[in-house]
């Protein structure tokens, strides 16, 4: 039998501190998350305290379902709530990389348990839960555990779906070796023409970051908000090990601008994730500024005892294509990684008049934009 819920050890019986099958305190799902790393589960950044903490930007529940007989963690996920512009006073709630590598048992009780949080709560008006699970056999029966619990396939993902995966459990040479020889080029070119490459740690870069990320947004098309760069900065100073931002800068180095690339990368437990990423095209020599940055990354990840390298998603595009990110899927597939499906986008939303409310003002809205 399966509870959605902590067990008190000492009784053996449920404490009254465990009936809710959610928690809101972030002091014990720190507790939680040691207890999980003990236990060798693989841990997304996003997922652990400490970005929590840090870098998050809402108030979260956290799922917890063990097995009632041992006591053991079966599976467990943090939830933003993120109040919705919308429909004021109400909210969403989102899980993000959920599923990697937990028991499937555990996994279904958590999906169950959301979906009692939403029918319950009328201010909450849906649950979205972005699968990530490389493994297609798990993937699939995760989906069919939320497909038979009323969920429906999300009709615009936030997440991507596909990725390129880059073994590193090989040497840091043989590694390397298995890259395209242009993307081999392309990694040494920096150094041959003056330019370093190295980590950014001092917040004085933030401003320079910021810069480059809304040329490379103009440049792409893209309609992302802009991270708070001086947090994660502090925050990879803080936790070296975890999360690391690595910039290309032009031989005019320590000048602010001579920062024209940077890329940023996760720590997951036994896999790293490519992340943000901005330049600029307004240089003096033709140099290519982001296959090096990426390839350290690598290194970093390896060293950390990571085995795999998810590149961050890819689309079916290639550069020239209408796919405005078609360029930037061409740049990952020259790490000659393995391409994966590793995910699927499942919402949990009762249809009230509250969320038809909400949706309508959410379509008014688009529609403006777009205008």
Not at 182 to 200: L, M, Q, T, V, W
């Given at each position: 039998m399966l509870v959605p819920l902590t067990l008190s050890r000492e009784t053996g019986r449920r404490s009254a501190e465990a009936m809710q099958p959610f928690f809101d305190e972030l002091a014990r799902w720190d507790a939680l998350e040691q207890e999980l790393v003990r236990e060798g589960l693989p841990l997304p950044l996003e997922h652990r305290s400490s970005w929590i903490r840090d870098i998050g930007d809402s108030e979260y529940r956290f799922f917890v379902a063990r097995d009632e007989g041992s006591g053991s963690i079966l599976a467990a996920v943090p939830v933003r709530q993120q109040v919705t512009r919308a429909l004021p006073g109400h909210y969403h709630a989102g899980a993000s990389r959920f599923g990697y590598r937990q028991d499937l048992r555990?996994?279904?009780?958590?999906?169950g348990s959301l979906r009692e949080w939403v029918s319950s709560d009328p201010r909450l008006l849906g649950a979205n839960i972005e699968l990530f699970e490389p493994d297609e056999e798990r993937r699939g029966q995760i989906d069919a555990a939320a497909l038979s619990l009323g969920y429906e396939r999300a009709s615009e993902p936030h997440r991507y779906t596909r990725t390129m995966r880059v073994d590193l459990g090989p040497?840091?040479?043989?590694?390397?070796?298995?890259?395209?020889?242009?993307?081999?080029?392309?990694?040494?070119?920096?150094?041959?023409?003056?330019?370093?490459?190295?980590?950014?740690t001092e917040t004085r870069w933030a401003g320079r970051m910021h810069e480059l990320f809304v040329e490379t947004l103009e440049r792409t098309g893209g309609s992302l908000g802009a991270p708070d760069w001086t947090r994660l900065l502090a925050f990879g100073q803080e936790h070296p090990t975890l999360f690391r931002i690595v910039g290309t800068f032009a031989p005019s180095y320590p000048d602010e601008r001579s920062l024209v690339a940077f890329a940023s990368a996760r720590n997951n437990g036994d896999h790293a994730v490519y992340t943000d990423s901005a330049s600029t095209r307004r240089l003096v020599t033709t140099v290519a500024v982001h296959y090096a940055p990426m390839w350290a990354l690598m290194a970093w990840a390896k060293e950390q005892g990571c085995t795999w390298f998810d590149l961050g998603g890819i689309t079916h595009g290639t550069q020239g294509s209408a796919d405005p990110v078609g360029g930037i899927s061409d740049f990952k597939r020259r790490f000659n990684g393995e391409e994966v499906q590793v995910g699927q986008e499942w919402v949990y939303a009762p249809r009230t008049m509250r969320s038809r409310i909400a949706d309508g003002v959410r379509a008014a809205a688009t529609l403006v934009r777009r205008r």
């Open positions: 555990g996994l279904r009780t958590i999906l040497s840091e040479k043989d590694v390397l070796g298995s890259f395209g020889a242009s993307c081999r080029r392309f990694i040494r070119d920096p150094a041959k023409k003056g330019y370093r490459i190295e980590p950014i």
